[in-house]
């Protein structure tokens, strides 16, 4: 079977550190972006097909809760990931609350990263192929279902 790559963003503004997990994850098959703060995640994510966004809490000027919120409210499909190092997992949490796959602490382990990237790409595949199917099924209803 071909492993389709996920599209992942990586966002954080620890520059070594997007750079390093941007070639592991690269020599692991996925297809990766990278941002270094949240606004420059949101102009990628209006340009880029994106499956997965990793995202940093504790990013200077707008933060990763703020942009989990904008990601959510424009581009509601698309699964995030939080990533904490300086927060806690209570804020890790809140995010969740509002609309984030799961989260990570760093320094996060590689093998539970890809588990959760291939967790939340399965989401985001699955949630598609609904919408999917409820159109067809609307576009069926709307011609009397005759074509």
């Known amino acids: 079977m071909v492993r389709i790559p996920t599209r992942v963003l990586l966002v954080d503004d620890e520059k070594d550190?997007?750079?390093?997990?941007?070639?592991?994850?690269q020599e692991a098959g996925e297809k990766v972006s990278a941002a270094y703060s949240g606004e420059g995640c949101l102009d990628i994510l209006a340009k880029t097909n994106i499956d997965v966004v990793v995202l940093d809490i504790k990013m200077p000027g707008m933060d990763g809760m703020e942009?989990?919120?904008?990601?959510?409210?424009?581009?509601?499909?698309?699964?995030?990931?939080?990533?904490?190092?300086?927060?806690?997992?209570?804020?890790?949490?809140?995010?969740?609350?509002?609309?984030?796959?799961?989260?990570?602490?760093k320094p996060a382990e590689f093998d539970e990263l890809t588990s959760k990237l291939q967790r939340a790409r399965k989401r985001k595949d699955e949630q598609e192929e609904r919408i999917r199917l409820a159109e067809s099924k609307l576009l069926v209803r709307k011609s009397g279902g005759a074509f």
Request: aromatic residues 8%; hydrophobic residues 50%; proline residues 2%.
């Open 67 to 105: 942009t989990l919120v904008e990601i959510k409210k424009r581009f509601p499909l698309v699964e995030v990931i939080m990533l904490t190092g300086h927060g806690s997992a209570e804020t890790a949490v809140t995010g969740m609350k509002l609309g984030a796959f799961d989260y990570l602490m």
């Open 17 to 25: 550190f997007v750079e390093m997990l941007s070639l592991r994850l």
